[in-house]
C-alpha cells in the first residue's frame, strides 16, 4: 500500500510539472497566458469582478478549496448556496464567513453526494425556494478511500465524485436554462477533476465491475471518478452547443493544493490541512 502511494504520487508530480503549467512555471509559480499563475490568489483573479447578481452553489464548500472558492464568491458579492454533508458544518462556515464578509448572502442546506436520495432532496428543495442559479461548482471530492459502497450500492469514490454531481446537475439544469434566458448572464457547470484522469483506463466503466472489491485500487478508482467528470462535462458541452443555451460546461484541473481530500493517503488524519488557502490557490 505504502509502496502504491510512493509511486502515485512520483507519477502525479511528474505529470503536474510537465502538465500545461509548464516545467518549471508550477514550483516557482511563474505567470501564464492568462496573467496568473500557481502562486496567484482567488482573490487577486476577481479583483474588480462584481458578481452581486449571480447565484452559485459551490459543493464541498466546507473545506479546502470549495471553501475559499465560496469565500471569495461571498467576497464579490455572490448569492451562495452551500450544500453540506451537515448542517452543523454548513453553518459553522457560514458564521465564520459572516464574520470575514459582513455583507455575505450564504444559505446553507443539507445534502449527502454519495446518496441519490439526499441529493434528489436538496434539488427539489432548492428549486422550490430560488429563483435563479447562475454558477454551479460541482468540487466536493473524496480520494483513494478503502473500498467501500454508497448507500446505493456504489463504489464511494465513483459515488460521491461523479454520481452524485451527476444527478445533481440533471436536477438543477432546467433552473440553469431559465436563469440564462431570463437574466441574459450566461450560466456555467464548473466540473472540479483533476490530472490524475489519466491514470483511468476506462475498464471500470462497466458497471458489473465497477463494484468488483477484488479489482479495486483506491488511486485508480479515484482516477475513474475524475475521468467520469470530464466524460459528463464533454457531453453537457456538446448538448449546450446543439441546443443553443446560453450555458457553458468546463472541466478543471485546480493544481495540487494541500488540503484534507489527502486524509487517507497521509493516515487518516482528520485535520491535515487547516491552512490558509487564500495565500495558495
Ligand atoms: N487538492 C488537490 O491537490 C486537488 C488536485 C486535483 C483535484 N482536486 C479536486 O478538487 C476537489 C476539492 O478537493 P479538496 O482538495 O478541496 O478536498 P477537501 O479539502 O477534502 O474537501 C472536500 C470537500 O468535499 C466534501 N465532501 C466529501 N464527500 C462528500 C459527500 N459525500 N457529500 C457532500 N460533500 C462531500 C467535503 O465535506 P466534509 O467537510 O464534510 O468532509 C469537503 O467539503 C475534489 O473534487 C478533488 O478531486 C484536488
Same mark, same amino acid.
Given at each position: 500500500?505504502?509502496?502504491?502511494?510512493?509511486?502515485?504520487?512520483? *507519477?502525479?508530480?511528474?505529470?503536474?510539472?510537465?502538465?500545461?503549467?509548464?516545467? *518549471?512555471? *508550477?514550483? *516557482?509559480?511563474?505567470?501564464?497566458?492568462?496573467?496568473?499563475?500557481?502562486?496567484? =490568489?482567488?482573490?487577486?483573479? =476577481?479583483?474588480?469582478?462584481?458578481?452581486?447578481?449571480? =447565484?452559485?452553489?459551490?459543493?464541498?464548500? =466546507?473545506?479546502?478549496?470549495?471553501?475559499?472558492?465560496?469565500?471569495?464568491?461571498?467576497?464579490?458579492?455572490?448569492?451562495?448556496?452551500?450544500?453540506?454533508?451537515?448542517?452543523?458544518?454548513?453553518?459553522?462556515?457560514?458564521?465564520?464567513?459572516?464574520?470575514?464578509?459582513?455583507?455575505?448572502?450564504?444559505?446553507?442546506?443539507?445534502?449527502?453526494?454519495?446518496?441519490?436520495?439526499?441529493?434528489?432532496?436538496?434539488?427539489?428543495?432548492?428549486?422550490?425556494?430560488?429563483?435563479?442559479?447562475?454558477?454551479?461548482?460541482?468540487?466536493?471530492?473524496?480520494?483513494?478511500?478503502?473500498?467501500?459502497?454508497?448507500?446505493?450500492?456504489?463504489?464511494?469514490?465513483?459515488?460521491?465524485?461523479?454520481?452524485?454531481?451527476?444527478?445533481?446537475?440533471?436536477?438543477?439544469?432546467?433552473?440553469?436554462?431559465?436563469?440564462?434566458a431570463?437574466?441574459?448572464?450566461?450560466g456555467?457547470?464548473?466540473?472540479?477533476s483533476?490530472?490524475?484522469?489519466?491514470?483511468?483506463?476506462?475498464?471500470?466503466?462497466e458497471?458489473?465491475?465497477l463494484?468488483?472489491?477484488?479489482?479495486?485500487?483506491?488511486f485508480?478508482?479515484?482516477?475513474?471518478?475524475?475521468?467520469?467528470?470530464?466524460?459528463?462535462?464533454?457531453?453537457?458541452?456538446?448538448?449546450?452547443?446543439?441546443?443553443?443555451?446560453?450555458?457553458?460546461?468546463?472541466?478543471?484541473?485546480?493544481?495540487?493544493?494541500?488540503?484534507n481530500?489527502?486524509?487517507?493517503?497521509?493516515?487518516?488524519?482528520?485535520?491535515?490541512?487547516?491552512?490558509?488557502?487564500?495565500?495558495?490557490?
Amino acid at each position: 500500500m505504502f509502496e502504491q502511494a510512493v509511486a502515485d504520487f512520483c *507519477w502525479h508530480a511528474r505529470e503536474v510539472v510537465s502538465s500545461g503549467m509548464g516545467l *518549471w512555471g *508550477w514550483p *516557482w509559480g511563474r505567470r501564464g497566458p492568462s496573467g496568473f499563475g500557481s502562486a496567484s =490568489t482567488a482573490e487577486e483573479v =476577481t479583483a474588480g469582478v462584481d458578481a452581486s447578481n449571480i =447565484t452559485a452553489i459551490v459543493t464541498g464548500a =466546507t473545506n479546502g478549496i470549495g471553501k475559499e472558492t465560496a469565500r471569495v464568491l461571498a467576497l464579490r458579492g455572490a448569492k451562495v448556496i452551500i450544500p453540506a454533508r451537515t448542517l452543523e458544518s454548513g453553518l459553522k462556515l457560514k458564521e465564520s464567513l459572516a464574520d470575514e464578509v459582513p455583507s455575505s448572502k450564504v444559505h446553507v442546506m443539507e445534502m449527502d453526494l454519495s446518496c441519490l436520495s439526499s441529493v434528489r432532496d436538496f434539488a427539489r428543495s432548492f428549486n422550490s425556494s430560488h429563483k435563479h442559479l447562475n454558477l454551479l461548482i460541482n468540487n466536493a471530492g473524496i480520494m483513494a478511500c478503502p473500498y467501500q459502497l454508497s448507500k446505493d450500492g456504489i463504489e464511494l469514490q465513483f459515488a460521491t465524485n461523479h454520481v452524485g454531481h451527476f444527478l445533481l446537475t440533471s436536477l438543477l439544469l432546467d433552473k440553469m436554462k431559465s436563469t440564462a434566458a431570463e437574466t441574459g448572464v450566461q450560466g456555467r457547470i464548473i466540473n472540479v477533476s483533476s490530472v490524475a484522469h489519466k491514470r483511468s483506463d476506462g475498464t471500470c466503466f462497466e458497471l458489473n465491475k465497477l463494484n468488483d472489491k477484488a479489482r479495486y485500487k483506491p488511486f485508480i478508482a479515484y482516477a475513474h471518478s475524475k475521468l467520469a467528470n470530464i466524460l459528463h462535462t464533454n457531453e453537457l458541452s456538446r448538448r449546450f452547443q446543439e441546443e443553443g443555451c446560453n450555458l457553458t460546461a468546463n472541466s478543471l484541473h485546480p493544481g495540487v493544493i494541500i488540503t484534507n481530500i489527502i486524509r487517507y493517503v497521509a493516515g487518516n488524519s482528520n485535520d491535515v490541512a487547516s491552512s490558509d488557502l487564500s495565500k495558495k490557490i
